[in-house]
Each structure stands twice: as structure tokens, then as C-alpha cells.
């Protein structure tokens, strides 16, 4: 284990921790059965990833560790992802076998997303290269520190079981299960206050 100091990320800082969060999620089971082809990933997971959590950006809830290793999107209470963004990628770029059952997903993280004022975690992840070793956990405390100081609870949904246990020792629990056709499954999870 590394101790590792997370960063307010800047504007300049935004290219880069997409980067970071393309490659973190290389290997995750929801990114990559929405985009199965490594190029067709490669090109449309950086834009993704700015509709599902590039606002954080702008409001100062974008964190990073040192050297770039891992990254976290953070959306305050009142903020959304740009889902006309997200919509529209899925139109432009998804399979059309499985369009329907993203579409279907959408609709189900919807149904759990909390509808009080809350923190949401669209995107969290660390280079490939260096997880293990506590810079998931870091940005994770970091970006708590408002949700316990403010008491506000905070959601997020799991695309990959193996992440669930860091979620859990945060004080998340699992609410749910989001599986439509041939998807994988998620996993809608929520820190109360």
C-alpha cells in the first residue's frame, strides 16, 4: 500500500483523467459489453466519460492522485450527468443488438438514483498499473469528507462486482441489482448520513 495525496483536478487536468478513467476501465464488464471493440472503446469511452461526470470538472469535485494514478468524478447535490450526451453516443455508437437493453439500463439507474440532495460517483478509477495499492480507497476518503461534514448521503452504482468491497468499507451498501438482457449486472449502492 502507497499513501497517496489526492488533488482538486483543474481544467488542465481534464484529458489527462479521462485518460486515466479510460483506462480504468478497460477491463470493466459494463464499459466493455456496451463497447466490445477495443477501438471503437478507445475512441467513445473519453466522450462517455465527460457526459457521465465531466461536470465535476467545473464545479471543483474532480480528484486525482498523485502522478495521475486513479481519478474520481464527483457530482454535487443538484448536478446530473449530461444525458442527452449520453444518449445520443449510445445512438451513434452502440451495437444495435444491444441498444435496447442500454437503453433499458438507463432507465433502471434511474429508478434508484436517489431523488433527495446527494453526492453521486459516476466515475471512479485507478490506472490498471497501479491498483492495489489504496488509491481507489484515497480518492474515496477524499471525496467523503463533504458528505460527512454536510450529512448527505451519497450514491453511486457498481459496473464491476470486484469494486463492491472498497464501496462497502466506505459505509455504501448495495440497494439493488440492474441487469436488462444480455447486460451485466449492476449494482446500485448508497451511503446514508
Known amino acids: 500500500m502507497t499513501t497517496s495525496t489526492i488533488k482538486t483536478a483543474t ?13 480504468a476501465f478497460s477491463s470493466d464488464p ?9 477501438q471503437q ?5 473519453p466522450v462517455l466519460a465527460k457526459a457521465f461526470g465531466g461536470k465535476a470538472f467545473a464545479q471543483g469535485t474532480a480528484y486525482f492522485a498523485d502522478g495521475y494514478a486513479g481519478a ?10 449530461d444525458e442527452e450526451t449520453m444518449i445520443g453516443l449510445v445512438e451513434r455508437t452502440a451495437p444495435d443488438a444491444i441498444k435496447g437493453d442500454i437503453y433499458g439500463v ?3 439507474m434511474g429508478k434508484y438514483h436517489p431523488t433527495e440532495p446527494h453526492w453521486y460517483l459516476p466515475l471512479i478509477g485507478v490506472d490498471p498499473y ?3 495499492n489504496g488509491i481507489g480507497s484515497a480518492l474515496m476518503k477524499h471525496a467523503l469528507i463533504p458528505c460527512d461534514r454536510d450529512g448527505t448521503i451519497a450514491y453511486l452504482e457498481s459496473s464491476n462486482p470486484r469494486n463492491i468491497s472498497l464501496y462497502k468499507r466506505h459505509g455504501f451498501e448495495v440497494i439493488g441489482e440492474i441487469q436488462v438482457g444480455s ?7 448508497l451511503r446514508k448520513r
Not at 481544467?11 to 483506462?23: A, P
Not at 472503446?41 to 469511452?45: A, G, P, Q
Not at 447486460?183 to 449502492?189: A, I, K
Open 11 to 23: 481544467g488542465s487536468d481534464e484529458v489527462v483523467l479521462i485518460g486515466v478513467l479510460t483506462l
Open 30 to 38: 459494463m464499459a466493455r459489453w456496451s463497447q466490445p471493440d477495443p
Open 41 to 45: 472503446y478507445l475512441t467513445h469511452f
Open 72 to 81: 474520481a468524478l464527483w457530482l454535487p447535490p443538484g448536478f446530473a450527468p
Open 106 to 108: 438507463f432507465e433502471e
Open 130 to 132: 497501479q491498483q492495489g
Open 183 to 189: 447486460s451485466p449486472t449492476m449494482y446500485p449502492m
